[in-house]
Protein backbone atom coordinates (compact mmCIF):
# COMPACT_ATOMS: atom_id res chain seq x y z
CA UNK A 1 0.00 0.00 0.00
CA UNK A 2 1.31 3.50 -0.53
CA UNK A 3 -0.28 6.56 0.42
CA UNK A 4 1.35 10.84 -0.54
CA UNK A 5 1.12 13.50 2.26
CA UNK A 6 2.18 16.27 -0.01
CA UNK A 7 5.62 14.99 -2.20
CA UNK A 8 6.12 12.18 0.05
CA UNK A 9 5.25 8.59 -0.16
CA UNK A 10 4.55 6.11 2.95
CA UNK A 11 4.74 2.93 1.80
CA UNK A 12 3.50 -0.29 3.67
CA UNK A 13 5.27 -3.93 2.59
CA UNK A 14 5.79 -6.80 4.12
CA UNK A 15 9.53 -8.50 4.41
CA UNK A 16 12.97 -8.09 5.72
CA UNK A 17 14.28 -4.66 7.08
CA UNK A 18 17.66 -5.92 6.36
CA UNK A 19 16.95 -6.06 2.58
CA UNK A 20 15.79 -2.82 1.67
CA UNK A 21 19.01 -1.82 -0.70
CA UNK A 22 17.19 1.07 -2.40
CA UNK A 23 16.96 2.68 0.95
CA UNK A 24 19.55 5.05 1.95
CA UNK A 25 18.77 4.30 5.75
CA UNK A 26 17.64 1.85 7.85
CA UNK A 27 16.02 2.55 11.46
CA UNK A 28 16.89 -0.14 14.11
CA UNK A 29 14.94 -1.00 17.38
CA UNK A 30 17.94 -1.26 19.48
CA UNK A 31 18.50 -1.85 23.06
CA UNK A 32 19.66 1.45 25.52
CA UNK A 33 23.24 0.21 25.20
CA UNK A 34 23.39 0.04 21.47
CA UNK A 35 24.45 -3.77 21.91
CA UNK A 36 23.45 -6.66 19.17
CA UNK A 37 20.09 -8.36 20.45
CA UNK A 38 17.96 -10.32 19.08
CA UNK A 39 14.46 -9.37 16.86
CA UNK A 40 15.25 -7.18 14.16
CA UNK A 41 18.32 -5.75 15.82
CA UNK A 42 20.12 -9.51 15.92
CA UNK A 43 19.45 -9.01 12.05
CA UNK A 44 20.81 -5.58 11.43
CA UNK A 45 23.81 -6.64 13.16
CA UNK A 46 24.40 -9.90 11.74
CA UNK A 47 23.70 -8.66 8.04
CA UNK A 48 26.09 -5.22 8.96
CA UNK A 49 28.94 -7.37 10.46
CA UNK A 50 30.67 -6.51 13.66
CA UNK A 51 32.10 -3.11 12.95
CA UNK A 52 28.27 -1.56 13.38
CA UNK A 53 28.61 -2.84 16.94
CA UNK A 54 31.56 -1.02 17.52
CA UNK A 55 30.36 2.38 16.36
CA UNK A 56 26.88 1.81 17.69
CA UNK A 57 27.80 0.47 21.34
CA UNK A 58 30.20 3.36 21.73
CA UNK A 59 26.66 6.23 21.11
CA UNK A 60 25.09 4.05 24.38
CA UNK A 61 23.50 4.28 26.44
CA UNK A 62 20.35 6.43 24.85
CA UNK A 63 16.79 6.97 26.36
CA UNK A 64 13.26 5.69 25.37
CA UNK A 65 12.44 8.15 22.16
CA UNK A 66 16.24 8.70 21.78
CA UNK A 67 17.64 7.83 18.25
CA UNK A 68 21.71 8.14 16.95
CA UNK A 69 22.53 7.34 13.81
CA UNK A 70 25.91 5.29 12.26
CA UNK A 71 27.42 4.00 9.38
CA UNK A 72 25.56 0.85 8.23
CA UNK A 73 29.10 -1.19 6.75
CA UNK A 74 27.94 -4.23 5.09
CA UNK A 75 24.43 -3.52 4.88
CA UNK A 76 23.41 -2.28 1.49
CA UNK A 77 22.63 1.27 3.19
CA UNK A 78 24.14 4.22 4.06
CA UNK A 79 23.17 4.26 7.71
CA UNK A 80 21.53 2.91 10.62
CA UNK A 81 19.61 4.69 12.44
CA UNK A 82 19.00 3.40 15.81
CA UNK A 83 16.07 4.06 18.51
CA UNK A 84 15.05 2.57 21.85
CA UNK A 85 11.89 2.10 21.72
CA UNK A 86 9.41 2.10 24.46
CA UNK A 87 9.05 -1.35 26.40
CA UNK A 88 5.12 -1.20 26.85
CA UNK A 89 3.70 -1.28 30.57
CA UNK A 90 7.07 -0.13 31.67
CA UNK A 91 7.94 3.38 30.15
CA UNK A 92 5.97 6.08 30.04
CA UNK A 93 3.83 7.67 28.57
CA UNK A 94 4.64 4.93 26.13
CA UNK A 95 2.58 6.68 22.97
CA UNK A 96 4.50 9.80 23.32
CA UNK A 97 7.97 8.05 23.37
CA UNK A 98 6.94 5.92 20.44
CA UNK A 99 6.14 8.64 18.64
CA UNK A 100 9.82 10.14 19.36
CA UNK A 101 11.53 7.46 18.21
CA UNK A 102 10.07 8.39 14.45
CA UNK A 103 10.08 11.90 14.99
CA UNK A 104 13.81 11.82 16.14
CA UNK A 105 14.70 9.20 13.11
CA UNK A 106 13.16 11.99 11.02
CA UNK A 107 15.62 14.56 12.67
CA UNK A 108 18.41 12.42 11.77
CA UNK A 109 17.56 11.63 8.36
CA UNK A 110 16.48 15.29 7.46
CA UNK A 111 20.32 16.47 9.07
CA UNK A 112 22.58 14.35 6.86
CA UNK A 113 20.06 15.41 3.48
CA UNK A 114 18.62 11.81 3.48
CA UNK A 115 15.88 10.73 0.85
CA UNK A 116 15.01 7.06 1.37
CA UNK A 117 14.17 5.46 4.65
CA UNK A 118 13.01 2.30 6.18
CA UNK A 119 11.50 1.56 9.83
CA UNK A 120 10.30 -1.83 11.60
CA UNK A 121 7.37 -1.59 13.84
CA UNK A 122 9.36 -0.16 16.66
CA UNK A 123 8.73 -2.27 20.12
CA UNK A 124 6.06 -4.43 18.68
CA UNK A 125 8.36 -7.80 19.70
CA UNK A 126 10.38 -7.84 22.66
CA UNK A 127 9.27 -4.86 24.12
CA UNK A 128 5.72 -6.28 23.99
CA UNK A 129 3.83 -2.83 22.61
CA UNK A 130 0.47 -4.44 21.03
CA UNK A 131 0.72 -4.24 17.39
CA UNK A 132 -2.52 -2.06 16.94
CA UNK A 133 -1.92 0.41 19.51
CA UNK A 134 2.01 0.73 17.79
CA UNK A 135 0.57 1.30 14.25
CA UNK A 136 -1.95 4.21 15.47
CA UNK A 137 1.30 5.82 17.39
CA UNK A 138 3.65 5.37 14.47
CA UNK A 139 1.79 5.79 11.34
CA UNK A 140 0.33 9.17 13.47
CA UNK A 141 4.03 10.24 14.22
CA UNK A 142 5.15 9.63 10.59
CA UNK A 143 1.87 11.71 8.88
CA UNK A 144 2.05 14.43 10.94
CA UNK A 145 6.01 14.91 10.69
CA UNK A 146 5.74 14.31 7.00
CA UNK A 147 4.36 17.32 6.45
CA UNK A 148 7.35 19.06 7.82
CA UNK A 149 10.25 17.32 6.36
CA UNK A 150 12.10 18.90 3.63
CA UNK A 151 14.67 16.08 2.10
CA UNK A 152 12.50 12.58 2.87
CA UNK A 153 10.76 11.96 0.08
CA UNK A 154 10.21 7.94 0.83
CA UNK A 155 9.22 6.63 4.28
CA UNK A 156 8.58 2.81 4.13
CA UNK A 157 7.14 0.38 7.27
CA UNK A 158 9.25 -3.10 6.71
CA UNK A 159 6.44 -5.36 8.31
CA UNK A 160 7.20 -8.53 9.33
CA UNK A 161 4.06 -10.77 9.07
CA UNK A 162 1.22 -10.67 6.63
CA UNK A 163 -0.77 -9.39 10.26
CA UNK A 164 1.11 -6.98 10.77
CA UNK A 165 1.34 -5.68 7.53
CA UNK A 166 -2.63 -5.50 7.76
CA UNK A 167 -2.75 -4.30 10.94
CA UNK A 168 -0.56 -1.23 9.87
CA UNK A 169 -2.93 -0.91 6.13
CA UNK A 170 -6.28 -0.58 8.58
CA UNK A 171 -4.27 1.86 10.53
CA UNK A 172 -3.00 4.28 7.45
CA UNK A 173 -6.61 3.96 5.97
CA UNK A 174 -8.25 5.29 8.86
CA UNK A 175 -5.45 8.45 9.66
CA UNK A 176 -5.35 9.04 6.15
CA UNK A 177 -8.69 9.35 6.15
CA UNK A 178 -9.23 11.52 9.37
CA UNK A 179 -6.59 13.88 7.53
CA UNK A 180 -9.11 14.88 4.77
N1 LIG B 1 12.59 -7.16 9.34
C1 LIG B 1 11.50 -6.43 9.71
N2 LIG B 1 10.88 -6.58 10.90
C2 LIG B 1 11.38 -7.49 11.76
C3 LIG B 1 12.51 -8.30 11.46
C4 LIG B 1 13.13 -8.10 10.19
N3 LIG B 1 14.21 -8.80 9.81
N4 LIG B 1 12.75 -9.11 12.52
C5 LIG B 1 11.81 -8.84 13.45
N5 LIG B 1 10.97 -7.88 13.00
P1 LIG B 1 11.89 -6.38 18.02
P2 LIG B 1 11.46 -4.23 19.99
C6 LIG B 1 9.81 -7.25 13.65
O1 LIG B 1 11.75 -7.41 19.06
O2 LIG B 1 10.12 -4.77 20.33
C7 LIG B 1 16.08 -6.61 20.66
O3 LIG B 1 16.64 -7.64 21.39
C8 LIG B 1 9.17 -8.01 14.79
O4 LIG B 1 8.28 -8.98 14.31
O5 LIG B 1 12.97 -6.54 17.01
O6 LIG B 1 11.60 -2.75 19.79
C9 LIG B 1 16.76 -5.27 20.92
O7 LIG B 1 18.14 -5.42 21.15
C10 LIG B 1 8.45 -6.88 15.52
O8 LIG B 1 7.17 -6.63 14.94
O9 LIG B 1 12.10 -4.89 18.67
C11 LIG B 1 16.03 -4.75 22.14
O10 LIG B 1 16.54 -5.32 23.32
C12 LIG B 1 9.33 -5.66 15.26
O11 LIG B 1 10.26 -6.04 14.24
C13 LIG B 1 14.62 -5.23 21.92
O12 LIG B 1 14.73 -6.41 21.11
C14 LIG B 1 10.10 -5.17 16.46
O13 LIG B 1 10.50 -6.28 17.26
C15 LIG B 1 13.77 -4.23 21.18
O14 LIG B 1 12.45 -4.70 21.14
Redesign the pocket.
Known sequence: MMKRINEIAIELVMG???DQPDCTAIVN???AELVR???????IHRAAGPELERESSALGPISPGDAVITGAYELPNRYVIHCL?PVYGRDEPEDELLANCYRNAFMLAEDRHIETIAF????????GYPMEEAAVVALGAIIQTARELNNVKLIRM?L??RS?LRVHEDALECLCEEDK
Open positions: DLTAANGGGVDGAGPAISTGVFVHSA
